[in-house]
């Protein structure tokens, strides 16, 4: 009886502890906010930028290089990286 009467205060403790602990834990939980991805370039548009970003190396070997400035900065504006 001694024995049970001195834990019975850490037990509640302990108990206390653990569920503040479990609840801490998932109402700390990070919100999944982040910025949306970017979607993939469709086939149709990536097919476009080789063939723009073909036309203006040739224009350039052409040395048109007016027209192939132009198509350059085309190619630029549909992938800015």
Do not use: W
């Not at 370039?41 to 350039?60: N, Y």
Request: charged share 25%.
């Amino acid at each position: 009886m001694f024995v049970n009467n001195v834990y019975r205060p850490f037990k509640s403790f302990a108990f206390i502890a653990v569920c503040a602990l479990l609840i801490c834990n998932f109402s700390c939980k990070p919100k999944n906010i982040a910025a949306k991805p970017v979607p993939p370039p469709t086939q149709r548009s990536a097919r476009g930028f080789s063939k723009l970003f073909i036309d203006a190396c040739r224009e350039k070997n052409l040395n048109n290089y007016d027209k192939a400035l132009e198509l350059f900065e085309t190619c630029r504006k549909l992938k800015p990286s």
